[in-house]
């Protein structure tokens, strides 16, 4: 990945966290990492554990951030949530996924849009 590619999710990851924050979410992790990838964060809200994707982007050359969560890309975070789970507990409490994208602009104002219970996993 290259230096401006990790400033630009690095960027996002912490705007991320202090929107979910004033949202009241309670962060647990961020960048968690297992053996089959990694997540960006993991919080908790009104006693779900959830597992939130980061996607940012600086420009409409590669679409909303938001369509860059593909069906493979959702397995994949499933697998490493499910690692989580087996590592840190969790089983007992209601999970879900949010993704939130952000779209940075020179101009204005980041455009931050949070899709709650973004997918549910299948019996894969």
Known sequence: MSRRRSALG????????RHLA???YRILARNYRG????IDI???EGGSLIFVEVKTRSGPAFGHPLE???PRK???L???ASEYLAHHGGHDRPVRFDVLGIA???SAPAAITLVRDAFVLGGD
């Open 68 to 70: 860059a969560v593909t």
């Open 74 to 76: 959702q397995r994949q």
């Open 10 to 17: 690095s960027e996002g990851e912490a705007l991320a966290c």
């Open 42 to 44: 993991v919080a908790e």
């Open 22 to 24: 004033k949202l009241g």
């Open 35 to 38: 053996r089959c990838g990694e």
């Open 78 to 80: 499933g697998r490493v």
């Open 104 to 106: 940075l602009n020179e």
